[in-house]
């Protein structure tokens, strides 16, 4: 009897102890699973918000990236203040909060198009709320100074698109590819490049989730709530008008951080306008970025085309990719 009854305690203990077990394999996958939102379809709206810089002389640029939408199918809203001025920013910190909430929060908007960077979005970063965002994801799309948006959507699991923005679409043709493609990762197209060789690339194959941006805002964000978390992922940089010096500390802030720590591979983009400084670097960035990272093996792309130049290919962050460096051409293949 006694052993009867101490069998059934036992298998009683072990139901429990599954249970337990499943319920947090389960909250687990549920707190890394990524949240993609849908796709867009002709009808849908997309609005144009200005979270950061001041939109000078801005009409001819608003005007034309209304025009490409309108001619995709989609429906285009303007944030009340996009066109206010304070300074150095589009309207004070509550009005750029305010477009920009009201676009998180109204559901007939389907996507968020920021209209520039420059300088701002940190400061509004901690007063938006994504609680509305995450019961019906949205995408928004941006980058430089967007990095922070992007960030933020990174620490909540969902992707983003950093891409061009109406800032740099005025000296572009509408068959410029970085339209085209923006266009095909809204609608939901496949998405993968293959990229010309490099002779500075560190050859190697990965995967992992993409996430990054702006050298600037990736070095301001650490220790902050919006710091990237890059284990097991793969870092997206790209940088403009700065000094080799400046590149080479704002890197070592990262690697001082943990970044490259269990890091999956490095993609760098466009590192653009570089200033030249009385006493040379002595060495280009490609190498700067080598010997900065010496002691990992994980992959080292260069010269992926995004960032602040008029080719912007756009990449969907927050994305599982595979990532296969060679000498000779090289792949970046998004997986759905």
């Given amino acids: 009897m006694?052993?009867?009854?101490i069998y059934y305690i036992f298998i009683c203990i072990n139901i429990i102890f599954n249970m337990t077990a499943y319920s947090q394999k389960e909250s687990k996958e549920s707190e890394n699973k990524l949240i993609q939102p849908e796709y867009l379809k002709?009808?849908?709206t997309i609005s144009i918000v200005a979270p950061s810089g001041v939109l000078n002389n801005f009409e001819n640029k608003i005007k034309l990236a209304i025009d490409i939408f309108e001619s995709w199918g989609l429906k285009v809203v303007l944030g009340d203040h996009i066109y206010n001025k304070n300074g150095?920013?589009?309207?004070?910190?509550?009005?750029?909060i305010d477009d920009f909430q009201n676009a998180l929060d109204n559901q007939s908007i389907k996507a968020i198009w920021c209209a520039r960077g420059g300088y701002g979005a940190v400061r509004i970063i901690d007063d938006?709320?994504?609680n509305n965002y995450l019961k019906k994801p949205k995408w928004i799309i941006g980058f430089s100074d967007i990095t922070v948006i992007h960030n933020k959507l990174n620490n909540l699991n969902?992707?983003?698109?950093h891409a061009i923005m109406p800032s740099g679409i005025e000296s572009l043709e509408p068959s410029n590819e970085s339209i085209i493609k923006l266009k095909s990762v809204l609608f939901g197209e496949s998405l993968s490049y293959s990229i010309s060789s490099n002779k500075d690339n560190k050859t190697g194959t990965s995967e992992g989730v993409l996430v990054g941006g702006n050298l600037t805002l990736l070095q301001t964000l650490i220790g902050s709530n919006t710091e990237l978390k890059t284990d097991n992922k793969i870092l997206f940089i790209e940088e403009v008008g700065?000094?080799?010096y400046h590149i080479d500390r704002m890197l070592y802030s990262l690697k001082r951080a943990g970044y490259f720590e269990n890091c999956n591979g490095l993609i760098v983009g466009q590192i653009s306008d570089i200033k030249e400084n009385t006493t040379d670097f002595g060495m280009s960035i490609n190498k700067l970025i080598l010997d900065l990272l010496k002691e990992y093996d994980f992959p080292v792309l260069f010269d992926f085309p995004a960032g602040h130049e008029k080719v912007n290919y756009p990449i969907i962050l927050g994305r599982n990719i595979k990532l296969k460096v060679n000498l000779s051409a090289s792949k970046v293949v998004f997986i759905n």
């Fill in 242 to 244: 700065e000094y080799a």
């Fill in 2 to 5: 006694k052993l009867k009854i």
């Fill in 158 to 161: 969902s992707e983003s698109i």
């Fill in 42 to 44: 002709s009808g849908d």
């Fill in 128 to 130: 938006l709320n994504f």
């Fill in 88 to 96: 150095h920013f589009a309207g004070t910190d509550s009005q750029r």
